[in-house]
């Protein structure tokens, strides 16, 4: 099946650039207003001790304080400026869940197949230039069986704020992320089975998708 074109609206350069452009003011634009989704996708994972886990796009760790301590937590993220602040927070805050955060483009990671139990995506779907590549990537090195849980922003079925995602779109370069990615399209894009979907954050204007992998 061939990806849908609006899947292919950025480069990787410009999502690093946008990205550098954030770093220093992301916890305070992004923290706060998405924290209600972080905090419901690490419960919706139902960690258990040994766990071993995947966190795509990690940014500036937000999440990490949120894994249990029993867990393995590894970050990955293409922004070595938002990397930095996710180091130094896991040393401030003593975070021992977290084994390793590293610069890696989550379109072509370079774990070895199977190696997660849970591989996670918050707020990230819209923001990888393909993201047919990263669920595939994402599929690949979780274990058969495993969960895939993603958390972001879709396309609204109201028509006034599609409308307004729409004519945003062509922003997409300069903002880092795609505003108008529609649902249907990107489970048919990537295959995935999706057990379940629910709304968090503001007015559940985001959605959760849980999945099992294979």
Known sequence: METNSKLQVMSLDSVISAYRRYAGIYDVL?????????????????????????????????SLPLYSHGVRVTGIDVSREMLDIARRRVVRELLPQVEAILEMDAQAMSFPDARFDKVVAMYVVSVVPDPKKLVAEMRRVCKPGGDIVIVNHFSSRNPVLGRMETLLAPCSRLAGFRPNLDMSEFLANTGLHVDEIRGTNLFGYWKILRCRNG
Do not use: Q, W, Y
């Not at 992004?30 to 940014?59: Q, T, Y």
């Open 30 to 62: 992004f923290g706060p207003i998405m924290h209600p989704g972080r905090k419901r996708i690490v419960d919706a994972l139902s960690c258990r001790p040994g766990d071993n886990i995947l966190e795509v796009g990690v940014g500036t760790g937000l």
